[in-house]
């Protein structure tokens, strides 16, 4: 139990659906991350999040959209997404304290098994 | 362009050594980051390392150079719950995190 919550940890859609993605973090952190993680490939940070504004949006197809609310919850929408969307979206937070996000260790939910038919 | 290395596999006995390799190539470096990730959990976070040298945690050390832009995790006295996969990242210039793609660890009774 890292204290990064993840729901729902399967779903299968199609490609006309629209669904979201959440992540909550109880750890106090300020910053929060998504990550696409498809098999054998490296991480792919998506997008961040510290104190609640973007700080980083990685050329990410805009069928990906993501809302952070407040600094402990982050969603990810989801629409119109392609087959090769499917893989494993992580969340992830840090604690963000002295401004540097980059070198503070990140800690992960388990993860959205995300499948596209 | 951006690159990490690490290798896809590796397999290694219960009880033994093993050491697993990362070599980047990067913009710039601002340190090193292992995680663990048994499969179908979350990665967790193993050591950071900024500076030349290796750094010890329990079983678990990481080495880091950064004049030859290498490193290494060295698990020692292995246990079949180290079976995971091993990811290396690093922090470029610009503090954008470089990932491998991991390295599967099997560990065989």
């Known amino acids: 139990e890292t204290g990064v919550t993840q729901t729902p940890r399967h779903l299968v859609m199609g490609m006309t659906n629209k669904k979201s993605l959440k992540c909550e973090q109880h750890?106090?952190?300020?910053?929060m991350y998504w990550y696409k993680q498809s098999a054998k490939k490296p991480l792919e940070l998506m997008f961040v999040?510290?104190?609640?504004?973007?700080?980083e949006n990685n050329s990410v197809p805009s069928r990906f959209s993501p809302e952070c609310p407040n600094s402990s919850h982050l969603f990810l929408h989801l629409h119109t997404l392609q087959p090769e969307d499917s893989a494993l979206y992580l969340c992830?937070?840090?604690?963000?304290?002295?401004?540097?996000?980059?070198?503070?260790?990140?800690?992960f939910g388990p993860g959205t098994r995300l499948t596209v038919l | 362009g951006q690159n990490i290395d690490q290798p896809t596999e590796m397999t290694a006995t219960e009880g033994a050594i093993v050491q697993i390799n990362c070599t980047y190539q990067?913009?710039?470096?601002?340190?090193l980051f292992w995680y663990q990730q048994h499969a179908g959990e979350a990665p967790t976070f193993l050591s950071y390392?900024?500076l030349d040298g290796l750094e010890e945690k329990g079983r678990f050390s990481s080495f880091l150079s950064r004049s030859k832009g290498y490193s290494y995790l060295l698990l020692k006295e292995l246990q079949m719950k180290d079976s995971a996969s091993y990811l290396c990242?690093?922090?470029?210039?610009?503090?954008?995190?470089?990932w491998g793609a991991g390295t599967k660890l099997i560990i065989k009774p």
């Open positions: 999040y510290s104190l609640e504004e973007r700080v």
């Open positions: 390392n900024v």
């Open positions: 990242a690093a922090l470029d210039s610009n503090y954008q995190l470089i």
């Open positions: 992830a937070s840090s604690q963000d304290a002295a401004g540097e996000i980059w070198t503070d260790t990140q800690y």
């Open positions: 750890l106090g952190h300020n910053a």
């Open positions: 990067t913009s710039g470096f601002n340190g």
